[in-house]
């Protein structure tokens, strides 16, 4: 079974859509995250969530939002995306006060803006 | 700020040649130290981590010590091979943190 799974895995868009990403986990990890990595590989923290609440909100576009249905679920949701949007994201979730344990990452998903 | 500082890449590597990737930290409070590793296509995996100074992390032949004093925590790797080709990330987070901060990454290309 996939720890964290998202969807999709490939995502090409035209340039003023709007997108959505999913991503669930089966851990029973509280806290979740979503990560931005450039062409260059660096990885930049966008948004965490813990037990649906709000707690990391990086300087990221108001176009970005996230959603957290439930402790299991972080989605992405894009409005208007640009050139620049274009980027692979990750989602990840650990257990509250396990930081030493690390993350578990999914596998990523692919966003192309043409 | 918090930062985390790798090495350039890439390194390219004969097998069986020894590995080193340089990673040093700033960090506010007592961060746990982390190697990610991310393959090809994929999402960043943990390979080793220390939690605290002196310990020493290892797993598939790599190893890191938690250098307190050097703020460092260099990956190392007695004899690479091919598979081990991917991108390398050194991270750390400190208590009562969620925010993991990550290094910029060192690709690895081991040549047969």
């Known amino acids: 079974d996939t720890a964290v799974s998202q969807t999709p895995k490939y995502l090409v868009t035209q340039m003023g859509n709007d997108k959505s990403i999913k991503c669930e986990q089966n851990?029973?990890?509280?806290?979740m995250y979503w990560y931005k990595q450039d062409s260059k590989k660096f990885l930049k923290i966008m948004f965490s969530y813990n037990n649906k609440e709000l707690i990391i909100n990086e300087t990221v576009p108001n176009r970005f939002s996230p959603k957290s249905p439930d402790k299991a679920h972080l989605n992405l949701h894009i409005n208007s995306l640009e050139l620049g949007d274009s980027a692979v994201y990750f989602c990840a979730s650990r257990s509250a006060g396990t930081e030493t344990y690390g993350y578990t990452f999914g596998s990523g998903t692919r966003l192309t803006v043409v | 700020g918090d930062s985390v500082t790798q090495m350039e890449g890439p390194v390219t590597l004969s097998e069986e040649a020894f590995l080193t990737i340089n990673c040093t930290y700033t960090?506010?409070?007592?961060?746990?130290l982390f190697w990610y590793v991310q393959y090809p296509g994929e999402g960043l995996q943990l390979l080793l981590k220390?939690?605290?100074?002196?310990d020493k992390g290892s797993n598939k032949g790599f190893e890191a010590t938690y250098r307190k004093e050097t703020t460092s925590f260099h990956l190392e790797k007695g004899s690479v091979q091919v598979s081990d080709s991917a991108v390398y990330f050194c991270?750390?987070?400190?208590?009562?943190?969620?925010?993991?901060?990550f290094g910029t990454g060192t690709r690895l290309k081991v040549l047969a």
């Open positions: 960090a506010t409070g007592y961060p746990s």
């Open positions: 991270a750390f987070v400190t208590s009562g943190t969620y925010k993991y901060i």
């Open positions: 220390a939690t605290k100074a002196d």
């Open positions: 851990l029973g990890h509280d806290t």
